[in-house]
């Protein structure tokens, strides 16, 4: 079975950066994607970032791009998500998932996510 497992999540000053982490296990997850969302009280589920495990294509929202860089280590199946420069604006529950196809930026096509980090920002 699937799972995917958050990590690295915390309180941050507004400028300065974190790194999450996302380990999978369960499977090969070669042909998968890997996705970062986030989802911020009384906001939707927003896509972030991802990038395929084959390959490394990596894409992400307009509001992270820039400043956070997704990456995967394969001997790990883990997946990073480098924030930099982080904003008040990015304080959110970050989850990971996974899917088998094509499509990246819709979290109702992932078929297992993560349980979820929070991430805070101050001002």
């Known amino acids: 079975q699937v799972q995917l497992v958050e990590s690295g999540g915390g309180l941050v000053q507004a400028g300065g950066s974190l790194r999450l982490s996302c380990a999978a296990s369960?499977?090969?997850?070669?042909?998968?994607?890997m996705g970062w969302f986030r989802q911020a009280p009384g906001k939707a589920r927003e896509f972030v970032a991802a990038?395929?495990?084959?390959?490394?294509?990596?894409y992400y929202s307009d509001s992270v791009k820039g400043r956070f860089t997704i990456s995967r280590d394969n001997a790990e199946n883990t997946v990073y998500l480098q924030m930099n420069n982080i904003k008040p604006e990015d304080t959110a529950v970050y989850r990971c998932?996974?899917?088998?196809?094509?499509?990246?930026?819709?979290?109702?096509?992932?078929?297992?996510w993560g349980q979820g980090t929070q991430v805070t920002v101050s001002s």
């Open positions: 998932a996974t899917r088998n196809g094509v499509q990246y930026s819709l979290a109702g096509l992932y078929d297992y």
């Open positions: 369960g499977r090969t997850f070669s042909g998968y994607v």
């Open positions: 990038i395929r495990w084959s390959g490394g294509n990596t």
